[in-house]
Nanobody, 122 residues
Framework: VQLQASGGGLVQAGGSLRLSCAAS????????MRWYRQAPGKQRELVAS???????DYADVVKGRFTVSRENGKKTVYLLMNSLKAEDTGVYYC?????????????????WGQGTQVTVSS
């Protein structure tokens, strides 16, 4: 199982970016999908999550500005970030709870994407 994140970049404060993260491999189902971020010198923090049924949750600091969504058929999760602030700068990682396997085996694991840099200039 692999997660491939994309969509980061440099944007001015007040601007928008949309991140994408596509899962691939022998995937049977994906449960929760999440976005984390890590700013320089800080711990990684949970930004947003979405269940397989579409229920979402957000960190207080991004509520009203960020929207997480997913396309189950494409095994992809998105993060639309509006009204970006300098403090949103960091590396954004996607994470997913995945059931993988085939006919005779099944395994559940927690997988991470490689991270995509978001830089917001003030």
């Amino acid at each position: 199982v692999q997660l491939q994140a994309s969509g980061g970049g440099l944007v001015q404060a007040g601007g928008s970016l949309r991140l994408s993260c596509a899962a691939s491999g022998s995937i049977l189902s994906i449960n929760d999908m999440r976005w984390y971020r890590q700013a320089p010198g800080k711990q990684r923090e949970l930004v947003a999550s979405i269940t397989s049924g579409g229920r979402t949750d957000y960190a207080d600091v991004v509520k009203g500005r960020f929207t997480v969504s997913r396309e189950n058929g494409k095994k992809t999760v998105y993060l639309l970030m509006n009204s970006l602030k300098a403090e949103d700068t960091g590396v954004y990682y996607c994470n997913a709870d995945v059931v993988s396997g085939g006919t005779w085996s099944r395994e559940r694991g927690d997988y991470w994407g490689q991270g995509t840099q978001v830089t917001v200039s003030s």
